[in-house]
């Protein structure tokens, strides 16, 4: 993984449909299990050495499915005669990913006598993959966070996030990053225009 995965995007399913920018970050078991780490999805010391290449199939699916309900508006009129096939084929495999049972967190006694969490077992994939897809229903079941969805506004930038900012008027998905380049892109059009 080139780069740290950002968690800024204001849901975890955003987090993780920005593992594809600005290049693929999950190309290997090792980068999914550091991402579920920094995810949080598991408990800080829950070992993930059974997490195989194999699990990137399932998860990089998932979030084709997300890209898919965020980045899409469909007429969710009840009585429309316009249906968007693919929305509604992503929906339900979301909602059927969300269904799996996963892991009991509990608190366990270190060898200090301090306690910590850990999960009752193993995490298996449809496990991690219900945490997500849990996610993404809850993003968009709630009206306020969909009608905070932007997609940024920077060149080329895939990114979606929830817009918190007061006044609604957050045009990148990182003031830092996007943000910087279209200031310096802007900088360099009106240097060229003055020189002009």
Known sequence: MAQPPRFDCGHLCLDFLA??????????????????TAAALVPEDTPLDHITPHWLVGFRELRGHIGQLVRTE???KPDSRRFDVSFDIS????????????????????DDGTLTRALDRAPDCAALLAVIARDTVELLTDPAACASLRQCAGDNCPIVYVDTSRGRRRRWCSSEICGNRERVARHRRRAGLARA
């Open 74 to 76: 469909p007429d969710r």
């Open 91 to 110: 929906l339900a495999r979301i909602n059927d990913l969300a269904r799996a049972a996963t892991p009991a967190l509990q608190a366990v006694r270190t």
């Open 19 to 36: 593992t594809t920018h600005p290049e693929e970050q999950l190309d290997s078991a090792l980068h999914l299990r550091t991402w579920i």
